[in-house]
């Protein structure tokens, strides 16, 4: 980066990347995402024929230059042997020695790519950014599972180890993942230049002589985040491997994760305000787990990290954005719009308090001509239409969230004129947007993936609002109705009116999940439709209806990237079981367990 962008009220600024973005479809989603980026598809392909051969046919991105690698080993070789001890299982005398061919030129880029894809075990030299240590010690916390469920240890690593030990299968590797991670993710979260990253890339990864110095290698933990991304949902063949020794599990994936998360924690992202630190913040959020009993899971903490970074830099404020050059004003007005909706639905989804709040800032999403798409296709009118109702439906998550956050409302119920104004934003969201953003009754649509994901996501955004606010009536009650100053005629209206709504919004997303599920997205899917899938699951299976089965089904296609979501299933296949079988008198219509204490 040439320019910084720092806190300072009167400094001029910069992002990043540099160079056209990619584009996509509608500009959001969950916050709402998009893009759509070049390289592995061509010119004749559609977008399904592109990702049909990326991820069904192991597509390889392209090997470009090699490195040449001397002829024979010298005295400096000894730095190339990284020594592997035996594994605990297995009792050995000998030692496993895992060869990384040398590199004739070296750099951080090739530092990080080597120790990203060496064994757990092995004693490899972690880069300075790192830590500079001969091991990182990664905490590794185990999933606390509520049902018992198998669990087998990873396989031996020496099935792995043959296949990453050349400098040219490791330079393979890292390119084809960066290219999953623009030809799926970057669809959904498009936070980055794409022509800029891989210029970058492809710069430090193939060094020679000639290196323009004009040129700056990517910051390791962007680049971690990135290949972290594409091993999710790579279909590479070492992947594809990894994954049937393991019982469905990627061992690579997993320790990539884990260690794109040191890479972000030693270059102090959480602490740094900076450009990059907000997007790298921004991408590691959705990444992990989403089982709220793991501890290294989901839990906000990089998402608040991303929204501490914005506010230090002035992006909440009108003011100073439009001291910034036009291409760094619109990437980080995109990124100030991704954490302020991602803030929203993480509040209302796991019921706790907003971080940002109304006034908190002046910037509003197409109100002023000065704030330009970087991208054309962002300034679409689908597009507009998009991110509209979406930052619409995002305020009333974000007041509910608040509402229901109070301690009083745990203690003494929720209100009722609380509940009533839910129920009135939520209807007039429906009446305003649903039928422009959401699914077409014509569920045979010829859609591709990027607009079938994204009617997908504005659709069922919504209706799991309903499905939310019934769990919270479940829990908290209504507080006139627990003081005795509201009739049961009353309670038993509005009660019926919230668990019908819940009802049908259940409903229709396991409708969602079905169009989704048979045309294999819910495996690419970043970590996007998982809540809405799982809570309108939970509630089926609790009154026994049949349709739970298709979020069940749902849920295991979502295991490819995300592991806890098989567990998730089983546990959603055993509530289910339990509801046809358990004999007890008539329940309430709202008497059913909170979807967020399962």
């Not at 010690?137 to 296949?163: C, E, M, T």
């Not at 509003?364 to 009118?381: I, K, N, P, R």
Request: hydrophobic share 40%; proline share 6%; charged share 20%.
């Amino acid at each position: 980066m040439d320019e910084k962008l720092t806190p300072s009220p009167k400094e001029e600024s910069g992002i990043a990347s540099r160079g056209q973005t990619p584009s996509g479809s509608s500009g959001l989603q969950t916050a709402s995402h998009l893009a759509n980026a070049p390289s592995l598809v061509g010119d004749d392909e559609d977008d399904d024929d592109a990702l049909r051969r990326v991820f069904l046919s192991r597509a390889r991105a392209p090997a470009g230059p090699k490195s040449p690698l001397p002829s024979g080993p010298s005295e400096d070789d000894a730095a190339a042997e990284i020594v592997i001890l035996p594994p605990s299982d297995r009792a050995r005398s000998n030692v496993f020695k895992f060869q990384v061919n040398p590199r004739q030129r070296t750099n951080s880029t090739i530092q990080l790519i080597d120790w990203l894809f060496s064994p757990p075990d092995t004693t490899v030299s972690v880069p300075p950014f790192v830590g500079g240590t001969e091991s990182i010690g990664y905490r590794n916390f185990a999933i606390k599972s509520k049902i018992p469920v198998d669990s087998q240890p990873d396989a031996d690593w020496q099935d792995l180890r043959s296949h990453l030990e050349s400098d040219d299968s490791r330079t393979e590797l890292a390119n084809d993942l960066v290219e999953v991670y623009f030809q799926i993710c970057h669809n959904r979260l498009p936070l980055l230049d794409s022509t800029d990253f891989r210029t970058r890339l492809r710069a430090f990864l193939y060094p020679t002589s000639s290196l323009d110095p004009a040129i700056s290698p990517l910051p390791p933990a962007l680049l971690a985040t990135v290949i972290a991304w594409g091993a999710k949902f790579s279909e590479h063949p070492l992947l594809v491997h990894d994954r049937g020794m393991n019982d469905g599990k990627s061992r690579l994936s997993r320790l990539i994760t884990k260690r794109a998360r040191e890479v972000a924690e030693g270059e102090k992202v959480h602490r740094v305000p900076t450009a990059d630190n907000v997007i790298v913040a921004l991408l590691l959020e959705p990444l992990h787990s989403h089982n709220p009993s793991d501890l290294d899971g989901l839990n906000g903490f990089w998402l608040n990290c991303a929204i501490r970074h914005l506010f230090e830099l002035g992006v909440n404020r009108r003011s100073r954005l439009l001291e910034l050059d036009e291409h760094s004003r619109a990437m980080m007005t995109y990124a100030w719009f991704m954490a302020l909706l991602s803030d929203a639905f993480a509040a209302v989804y796991w019921r706790k308090k907003p971080v940002i709040d109304e006034d908190d800032f002046d910037v509003g999403f197409g109100e002023d001509a000065s704030f330009v798409a970087y991208d054309a296709s962002l300034s679409t009118q689908e597009a507009t239409q998009n991110w509209l109702a979406v930052s619409s439906l995002a305020n009333v998550a974000r007041k509910l969230a608040k509402d229901l956050s109070k301690p009083n409302v745990t203690t003494f119920g929720m209100p009722l004129q609380v509940l009533k104004r839910c129920m009135e934003n939520l209807q007039a969201w429906k009446e305003q947007y649903l039928q422009l953003v959401g699914v077409p009754d014509n569920y045979q649509a010829n859609w591709d993936f990027a607009a079938a994901v994204a009617a997908c996501t504005c659709d069922a955004q919504y209706h799991v609002m309903w499905v939310i606010l019934h769990s919270a009536l479940d829990e908290f009650s209504i507080r006139e109705a627990k003081e005795g100053t509201m009739t049961y005629t009353a309670l038993h209206e509005i009660e019926r009116q919230v668990f019908d709504e819940a009802l049908q919004g259940a409903l229709r997303i396991s409708g969602l999940t079905s169009v989704l599920t048979s045309n294999g997205y819910l495996r690419l899917d970043p970590n996007i439709l998982h809540f809405s899938t799982y809570a309108a699951g939970m509630f089926l299976a609790r009154y026994g209806k049949p349709e739970v089965k298709t979020c069940i089904q749902g849920l295991e296609q979502y295991s490819f990237a995300y592991e806890e979501a098989h567990e998730q299933a089983q546990w959603m296949q055993q509530v289910y079981a339990n509801s046809l079988h358990q004999l007890q008198p008539p329940l309430r219509p709202h008497s059913v367990l909170s979807t967020s204490s399962s």
